[in-house]
C-alpha cells in the first residue's frame, strides 16, 4: 500500500493561505490523492482529491507534482474554523479494480490563529 | 439530505456486556464503511461493503467484533462481549462507488457513536 508522510503540526495566520505539504513517493499510476479534514470530535470531512492534474473545488486548491510523488493542500484565506487536523490518502486498489479503501496516517494538525 | 446516521451518538456499557451500533448510509451510496478511532491507534478501518456485501474485514479485531448490512440502509456492528480496551469512537461512512467508470466519490462520514465500556 502506498503510504503518505505529513508534518505533523502546522500553524498559520487567519486570513493567509495555508499550504499543507504530503509525500507519497510509492504512488503507483492509477491511485488517487485524497485530502480530509477532521475537527475535532466530528467525523472525517471530505475536502478534495485528484490523480494528477491540479484540482480546485469550493474548499480548496490540491497541486500535484508532475512525478506524482508528493502533493499540496491550499487553502487559500484560512480561517479560525479551518483549524483541524488534516489527512492526506492514497487511494488503495483492491483486486484490480479501482474500489479501494482510505488507509488514514496521523494527518497533520493546522491550527489558524487570530 | 441528512447525512449518515450513525446511533447512538454515546454508550456507555459495562464490561462482558453486547454493544450494537446502527449506521444509516445515504441514500444511493453503494459502499459503506466502519472505522474506529483512538488517540494510540488514531482511525483504523474495520470492514467495509459494497452493495450489501462485505469485502475486507481484514481489520477487524476479533471475533467478537461482527457486522451486517442486511440491506441498502442499514448496517450495524456488534461487539459480544465487550472490553475496556474497545473503548473509542465508532465512525460509518458510505460512499457512490461506480463500477462501469470506477469513479469513486468522496467519502461521507457520520458524527460518530462514542463507546465507553466499564
Known amino acids: 500500500d502506498a503510504k503518505t508522510t505529513q508534518p505533523p503540526s502546522m500553524d498559520c495566520a487567519e486570513g493567509r493561505a495555508a499550504n499543507l505539504p504530503c509525500n507519497h513517493s510509492t504512488i503507483s499510476g492509477n491511485e488517487y490523492v485524497y485530502w480530509y479534514r477532521q475537527i475535532h470530535s466530528q467525523g472525517p470531512q471530505y475536502i478534495i482529491h485528484?490523480?494528477?492534474n491540479n484540482e480546485t473545488n469550493e474548499m480548496a486548491s490540491l497541486i500535484i507534482t508532475e512525478d506524482r510523488k508528493s502533493s499540496t493542500l491550499i487553502l487559500p484565506h484560512a480561517t479560525l474554523r479551518d483549524t483541524a487536523v488534516y489527512y492526506c490518502?492514497?487511494?488503495?486498489?483492491?483486486?484490480?479494480?479501482?474500489?479501494?479503501?482510505?488507509?488514514f496516517g496521523r494527518g497533520t494538525q493546522l491550527t489558524v490563529w487570530p | 439530505d441528512a447525512g449518515v446516521i450513525q446511533s447512538p451518538r454515546h454508550e456507555v456499557t459495562e464490561m462482558g456486556q453486547e454493544v450494537t451500533l446502527r449506521c444509516k448510509p445515504i441514500s444511493g451510496h453503494n459502499s459503506l464503511f466502519w472505522y474506529r478511532q483512538t488517540m494510540m491507534r488514531g482511525l483504523e478501518l474495520l470492514i467495509y461493503?459494497?452493495?450489501?456485501?462485505?469485502?475486507?474485514d481484514s481489520g477487524m479485531p476479533e471475533d467478537r467484533f461482527s457486522a451486517k448490512m442486511p440491506n441498502a440502509s442499514f448496517s450495524t456492528l456488534k461487539i459480544q462481549p465487550s472490553e475496556p480496551r474497545d473503548s473509542a469512537v465508532y465512525f460509518c461512512?458510505?460512499?457512490?462507488?461506480?463500477?462501469?467508470?470506477?469513479?469513486?466519490?468522496?467519502?461521507?462520514f457520520g458524527s460518530g457513536t462514542r463507546l465507553t465500556v466499564v
Open positions: 461493503f459494497n452493495n450489501n456485501v462485505p469485502i475486507d
Open positions: 485528484g490523480l494528477k
Open positions: 490518502i492514497v487511494r488503495v486498489a483492491w483486486r484490480g479494480s479501482t474500489l479501494g479503501r482510505l488507509y
Open positions: 461512512a458510505s460512499s457512490l462507488y461506480e463500477i462501469r467508470s470506477g469513479a469513486n466519490y468522496g467519502y461521507t
